[in-house]
């Protein structure tokens, strides 16, 4: 199993940067892929970045340019940094892994809220 804990979550101005932390503990070895998701308030959760065993990335369009994701090489934590925050990407942030054998993991997530 792998246990996921998030943080670095908080409020920010419009504009602004955070950088989002995953800590993983378990069987960090059979890891994958680390994801992001988040889910603003009354709407369903959505993909936000990927990061692979291999090193490859991906994004949703509505991020990319604006967020980076990183991992350590023993997948024991994951990083977004988020730069040119805007309103619309307030939101509960979790991250997300899978392993070799189809497992998927979840964090209890951390808040971002950006407002003036």
């Known amino acids: 199993q792998v246990q996921l804990v998030e943080s670095g979550g908080g409020l920010v101005q419009p504009g602004g940067s955070l950088m989002l932390y995953c800590v993983a503990s378990g069987d960090t070895f059979n890891i994958v892929t680390m994801d992001w998701y988040r889910q603003p308030p009354g709407k369903q959760r959505e993909f936000v970045a990927r990061v692979t065993r291999e090193g490859t990335t991906d994004y949703a369009e509505s991020v990319k340019g604006r967020f980076t994701i990183v991992r350590e090489y023993d997948w024991s934590k994951g990083y977004l940094q988020m730069n040119s925050l805007k309103p619309e990407d307030t939101a509960m942030y979790y991250c997300?892994?899978?392993?070799?054998?189809?497992?998927?993991?979840w964090g209890p997530g951390t808040q971002v809220t950006v407002s003036s």
């Open positions: 997300n892994t899978r392993t070799q054998t189809g497992e998927v993991y």
